[in-house]
Each structure stands twice: as C-alpha cells, then as structure tokens.
C-alpha cells in the first residue's frame, strides 16, 4: 500500500481532497477508524453514529473550512475531537470543532483553564 501511495501520491492526494469535500462524514470516519487501530483506541463508530459536520464551530463561532494550507491545519479547519481522549472514538464522545478550538484544549485541564481565564481577568 505504501508503494502504491508513494507512486500515485498525486492521485491519491486528490482523491482524498475531493472526499474530504464531498462527503466529510465518510472520511473523517475512516481517518479515525485508521488512528484508532494504530494507537490501540476504542472505535464503535459508524457512518449513522458520527455527528453531522457543522459549517460554524461550536465553540468560537467561526466558519469552519475543510482542507489545510501549505500542509498545515488552519485555525479554522474543521477536526473531529475526543470529548474525553482515554475513552476513544466512541459514540457520544466525538464532536466536531475548529482545528484552534482543539488545540487549545490539547492539554489543559478544566481547572487549569478555570485559572487562566481568572488570571486573565485579573490582569487586564
């Protein structure tokens, strides 16, 4: 497969292009069942179970986009989040939300959240 891959790259990066476009349900569902399966998490998701892509993210409010730039996600790119990471790609634990939405909450706690927005308050 990796040889077909490295072969085709142009191919392949198209066809993923378009599917991501066209059907962004399928495909997040299938890069997640993948990332799943090579880090050992829990995956019971299905096309009927997976959460609809929104147009606007549900935590800023922007418009979300599909695709990256120059290789790299945007803020505003769309990405499929682990409400509770441990726990998988489960049902009732993926929502879709900004690629920046994401990022932040990578690797903070609620509490320690809570204290930067406190900090914040105070400082300006």
């Not at 072969?7 to 569902?29: C, E, M, Q, T, W």
């Not at 995956?43 to 979300?64: Q, R």
């Not at 726990?87 to 994401?102: D, E, L, M, P």
Request: with cysteine; aromatic share 10%; charged share 25%.
């Amino acid at each position: 497969m990796k040889a077909y891959h490295l072969k085709n790259k142009g191919a392949h990066v198209l066809k993923v292009n378009i599917s991501k476009l066209f059907d962004p349900k399928r495909y997040f569902l299938n890069l997640v069942r993948n990332r799943a399966k090579a880090v050992n998490l829990d995956f019971n998701l299905t096309y009927e179970t997976m959460p609809e892509v929104p147009t606007i993210c549900p935590v800023f409010g922007f418009p979300l986009e599909m695709g990256v730039s120059k290789g790299r996600p945007q803020p505003n790119s769309v990405t499929l989040d682990r409400i509770k990471p441990a726990k998988g790609y489960v049902q009732g634990n993926v929502q879709f939300i900004s690629w920046r939405a994401n990022e932040l909450k990578r690797n903070g706690t609620l509490e320690e959240f809570e204290q930067l927005v406190a900090h914040m308050r105070k400082s300006r």
